[in-house]
């Protein structure tokens, strides 16, 4: 009985749980169902949603990709015994890796931003001025209208998907306080869905086990002092840090000078030129800094337009971009340049070639045979280089000429050189020593570049001689070569006198019959026999103490460095002939030398190069959506061994390597490879005009000048050296990219691609034609 009854209340039980489970079951796969069918309609919309609103991305998001896939292309994870040319990878602590297999780069740029940008530009072409400049630069690159065109398409896909709006949202403010997100977050997410799918996947990164990418050593700089440290030490022997403000972008000024749209800080600042003692010295064409730089933005020319690219800007430029007219009067009888409508353009001609500067080039050829143009000579300086034909029609020859010339009276000359897509800088041979290393130039040009080089017991010739490598030529084409009037033959004289007695050998005097011109071929002595042999000390040889390399404002000195006794000393003997000097280890880098980045000074040049090898073809070239056609101008803002330089050398690219003066002094390695370059502190403005560079690169450079100078000025001077539309690509520590990002969102710059892991970054952007409409009043720059 018992018995019985338990059996009948465990029944009932038993019937109301099953009556239960089935319509639990029912709901569940009723709920079930639902979800997957909202799903199947917005998968990949709410894949990205719960990306960001789960991480409160913004500034770091990897971007929405809209490919029909649905998936996120992450560069695949390169195994452990992969290595760059059968060499371990190895990590500059302060910079990124990117491994073998990358991939798909531009599909991280971030389709928010890049709406966001374009938002904000359209908001600001309320001004006429800037809304006629973009129209004109959209007409002139056809790369920028491609881009546009990705960006509309990509944002059409999203809305129609149901993707985030670019409107409202915390995600979508460009000043939203929470921005920062660990990479590895983001792909430990994304490796997990992609796992999922059995994929393989890529990462821009190496993984822990590959992460000695190119650290620089911070407690030695290997074999080389600093630039700083060296000129330092060299004006002693001689006798002789802002925090950042955040600011927005309402609060960027307009720079109102006396320039105007062409000012050069450090050579416009009118107020301590007044105040000069003399000028006899061209003291007044020397650079002479502000005390605080500036941080206002230079306004652009009215009707500025796209530069024309290369090869074509050579011959032709738009006038509108450098509105100056009179060089073409005073100078286009001699085909320097002329006015053509809205073009200037450039017959290829100059003082001593009217007919032209490749018959000029050929004749030099002819007149010495040992000159071998783009093999034995590569690296040239070329003094008082008017608009720069010369260096521009050596290129035809494979040779790079480091062309100089002062802001004076020859109005613009280096502006129309590097409008025209040839490398140029402005500066003066007065007081100080240029800013280069001793023996790197395998020659160096003076064509009627009116120096006295023979007064004042030949100082400014005694500096040609400290830059020109022992057994490099000094080619002279001027009036006193051929000429025989009185006051030619003085000068002849007097220059033959100084010459033998700084042991330069005459090698060859020609006349060329075309242009009606002469040319002296002068050659620095290899030894110093001829040094210990003269009778007079004069000019004397310069103390022992003196540093031949010390180059930042040091004072110039009339005395002669000797020729290095050493047979593994650098400037014993002559580079191998380009292009293997490109390559080829330079000979005086030995193993017991400790490199930038800590290993073997040979080890460290060849992982260097190979790094850069990789980085450039694996990501610039291909995935960052640069069209290469239009970048002619590019400067290397931190060079260590000029590796992204020397990586670049299929393009139809020169870049100006710039080794900033607090890092190791390797600027003789890299004119050693056939390249050329600048000490610079980023502190202060650089010596050339606004609207000068179509690329800058900058590595690890920010999170290391910000330690002793305002970061924002350095970012107003990238600003006023690039020019409209051109790219700027920044590697560094993911806090110092997020600096850049929000400064060149600020200037209404185009975020391309923001990326950050572990704690370094990758910042591409691109800069536009937005320009603030309040002035600020630079008082040293106004008469």
Same mark, same amino acid.
């Given at each position: ?24 079951t ?8 639902i ?19 789960t ?9 929405q ?24 990878q190895?990590?500059r602590?302060? *910079?990124? @890796?990117?491994? +073998?297999? =990358? $991939?798909g780069?531009? !599909?991280?740029?971030? /389709?928010?931003?890049? #709406?966001?940008?374009?938002?904000n ?26 881009? *546009?065109? @990705?960006?509309? +398409?990509r =944002? $059409?896909?999203?809305? !129609?998907?149901?993707? /985030?709006?670019?409107? #409202? ?33 890529? @990462? ?23 630039q ?19 600011k ?22 009118v ?61 286009g ?28 080039i ?51 000359q ?64 001027a ?16 220059m ?12 060859e ?14 050659r620095?002595?290899?030894s110093n ?28 000195q ?61 990501s ?9 056609s239009s970048?002619?101008?590019v ?63 900058a ?7 910000k ?15 690039l ?30 691609m923001s ?29």
């Amino acid at each position: 009985m018992a018995g019985g009854s338990y059996s009948h209340f465990g029944g009932r039980k038993s019937s109301d749980c099953c009556s239960k489970f089935t319509v639990v079951t029912i709901l569940g796969i009723s709920f079930i169902g639902i979800w997957m069918l909202i799903s199947s309609s917005f998968s990949m919309p709410l894949q990205n949603s719960e990306i960001s609103s789960t991480l409160k991305v913004t500034k770091n998001l990897l971007g929405q990709y809209t490919g029909s896939s649905g998936d996120f292309p992450i560069n695949a994870k390169r195994g452990k015994d992969e290595t760059f040319q059968g060499e371990k990878q190895f990590r500059r602590g302060r *910079s990124l @890796e990117e491994t +073998s297999d =990358e $991939k798909g780069l531009d !599909s991280y740029q971030n /389709e928010e931003r890049e #709406g966001e940008s374009s938002k904000n530009e359209e908001e600001n072409q309320e001004d006429p001025e800037s809304s006629t400049s973009g129209d004109e630069s959209q007409s002139g690159n056809e790369s920028s209208n491609r881009e *546009s065109e @990705e960006v509309d +398409s990509r =944002e $059409k896909d999203s809305t !129609s998907s149901g993707g /985030e709006s670019d409107t #409202g949202g915390e995600d979508s403010n460009p000043d939203a306080s929470e921005t920062t997100v660990e990479g590895e977050n983001v792909n430990l997410k994304l490796e997990t869905d992609k796992a999922k799918k059995g994929e393989t996947e890529n @990462e821009i990164f190496p993984a822990g086990d590959q992460s000695e990418i190119l650290k620089e050593t911070t407690t030695q700089n290997g074999p080389w002092s600093t630039q700083a440290a060296e000129s330092e030490k060299e004006n002693e022997s001689q006798g002789s840090s802002s925090s950042t403000d955040d600011k927005k972008g309402d609060k960027w000024k307009l720079c109102k000078t006396d320039a105007g749209p062409d000012y050069i800080p450090c050579l416009d600042n009118v107020q301590a030129i007044r105040k000069l003692p003399s000028t006899s010295h061209y003291e007044h064409r020397e650079r002479h800094c502000p005390i605080e730089a500036s941080t206002c933005l230079v306004p652009l020319p009215s009707g500025y337009k796209q530069p024309i690219g290369w090869p074509r800007s050579r011959e032709q430029i738009w006038y509108s971009n450098v509105p100056h007219g009179k060089l073409a009067q005073v100078k286009g009888h001699q085909n320097w340049v002329k006015v053509t409508g809205e073009y200037l353009t450039f017959p290829g001609g100059g003082t001593q070639f009217k007919q032209g500067a490749l018959h000029y080039i050929d004749f030099i050829q002819k007149t010495l045979s040992q000159i071998s143009w783009g093999k034995q000579t590569r690296v040239i300086l070329d003094v008082g280089c008017g608009v720069a034909s010369f260096g521009g029609y050596l290129f035809e020859r494979d040779v790079l000429a480091m062309s100089l010339a002062p802001k004076d009276e020859h109005e613009a000359q280096v502006q129309f050189a590097l409008e025209r897509g040839i490398p140029a800088i402005s500066a003066v041979m007065g007081t100080k020593r240029l800013p280069f290393p001793g023996k790197v130039f395998d020659a160096v040009h003076c064509a009627r570049c009116r120096v006295p080089w023979h007064i004042e017991g030949g100082k400014l010739l005694l500096e040609l001689n400290r830059v020109l490598r022992p057994g490099g030529h000094f080619i002279w084409s001027a009036t006193p070569v051929y000429r025989k009037d009185s006051e030619n033959v003085e000068i002849w004289e007097a220059m033959s006198e100084l010459t033998k007695s700084m042991c330069w050998e005459l090698l060859e005097i020609n006349e060329d019959k075309l242009n009606e011109v002469g040319v002296a071929i002068f050659r620095k002595p290899t030894s110093n026999d001829c040094y210990q042999s003269r009778t007079q000390n004069d000019p004397p040889m310069c103390e022992e103490a003196d540093d031949p390399d010390a180059a930042w404002n040091i004072t110039l000195q009339a005395c002669m460095h000797k020729a290095p006794a050493d047979a593994s000393a650098r400037g014993s003997r002559w580079p191998a002939k380009w292009p293997l000097r490109l390559e080829k280890l330079p000979y005086w880098l030995r193993s017991s030398q400790v490199g930038v980045y800590g290993k073997a000074a040979p080890e460290d040049f060849a992982a260097d190069y190979d790094h850069w090898k990789h980085v450039v073809s694996k990501s610039y070239l291909n995935d960052l959506g640069i069209n290469w056609s239009s970048v002619r101008n590019v400067m290397d803002m931190k060079a260590i061994y000029g590796g992204f330089a020397a990586a670049m050398k299929d393009l139809k690219v020169w870049v100006m390597n710039v080794v900033p003066i607090d890092s190791p002094d390797t600027l003789p390695i890299i004119y050693d490879r056939g390249l050329f370059g600048i000490y610079h502190d980023w502190c202060e403005s650089f010596s050339t005009y606004p609207r000068s560079y179509d690329l800058l690169h900058a590595d690890h450079l920010f999170s290391d000048i910000k330690k002793r100078c305002n970061i924002e000025s350095v970012f107003a001077e990238v600003d006023r050296i690039l020019r409209p539309e051109g790219k700027f690509i920044v590697r560094d520590n993911a806090e110092t990219i997020l600096e850049i990002e929000n400064m060149a969102r600020s200037v209404k710059w185009k975020v391309k691609m923001s990326y950050s892991k572990d704690g370094e970054g990758l910042l591409f952007v691109q800069k536009s034609f937005w320009r603030p409409k309040q002035e600020q009043i630079i008082k040293s720059a106004i008469a």
